[in-house]
């Protein structure tokens, strides 16, 4: 489980890793990179910059990562009062807990608050992660980046009436479904053992969330 947390954890931080780039660029009045970040040694490509949350310990091949997505993704962040406030029993109702059979439902901690949080729980004796993002990106930016996750998968299958873009794939042995919201500006990684139960559980993920569920 310790290894699924940290896959999330380090591909959360690596998008928002390329959003602060493309923010210092433009406040020193230099033309962003719209590719990629200046290429880095091996033993600093996964070190945060100084103004972001600090990563979890241990560290992943920077090949495991999916691919950042092309663009400018430095989207002014709301004011403070305006962004969303990530909760699992909210994200994860009771209702829906009982429905799936879930226990153990808890937020493990924001990883860039208050705008991510992850959900861990379990069904039965398995673990799952669902982990929710929502960033300030437009939407070429948001396209993109699910494009470029999807590439990163091995086997990816796209899911019918999952939001507005939704596939399941492998990464390095775990399964690995994302998904972007259809009702919200916002995207979720889940990690388990059974691909039909992780559908059928991100469908009804997506139709409880709402924007006023992000209050």
């Given at each position: 489980m310790r290894n699924i947390h940290l896959t999330i954890a380090i591909l959360t931080l690596s998008l928002f890793a390329v959003a602060c780039g493309k923010?210092?660029?433009k406040d020193e009045g230099k033309p962003a990179?719209?590719?990629?970040?200046?290429?880095?040694?091996p033993d600093e490509a996964m070190t945060p910059p100084a103004d972001m949350p600090a990563a979890p310990e241990?560290?992943?091949?920077?090949?495991?990562?999916?691919?950042?997505p092309e663009g400018?993704?430095?989207a002014t962040p709301p004011a403070a009062d305006a962004e969303p406030k990530l909760v699992c029993t909210k994200l994860i109702p009771e209702e829906l807990q009982k429905k799936h059979g879930l226990t153990e439902v808890?937020?493990?901690g924001p990883?860039?608050?208050?705008?991510?949080?992850?959900?861990?729980?379990?069904k039965?004796?398995?673990?799952?992660?669902?982990?929710?993002?929502?960033?300030t990106w437009d939407e070429p930016v948001f396209k993109t980046t699910m494009e470029n996750g999807k590439k990163s998968m091995k086997g990816a299958k796209d899911i019918e009436g999952l939001g507005r873009m939704g596939y399941i794939g492998d990464i390095k042995g775990i399964n690995m479904l994302q998904a972007w919201d259809d009702d919200t500006m916002?995207?979720?990684?889940m990690t388990g053992d059974d691909p039909a139960f992780m559908t059928a559980i991100a469908k009804d993920y997506f139709a409880n969330l709402k924007p006023e569920t992000l209050q």
């Open positions: 923010d210092k660029a990179d719209a590719t990629m970040a200046p290429e880095k040694k241990g560290d992943m091949p920077a090949a495991d990562m999916p691919a950042a400018d993704m430095a808890k937020d493990a990883g860039a608050p208050p705008r991510v949080m992850n959900c861990p729980f379990k039965d004796t398995a673990s799952y992660s669902i982990n929710i993002v929502c960033p916002c995207y979720i990684t």
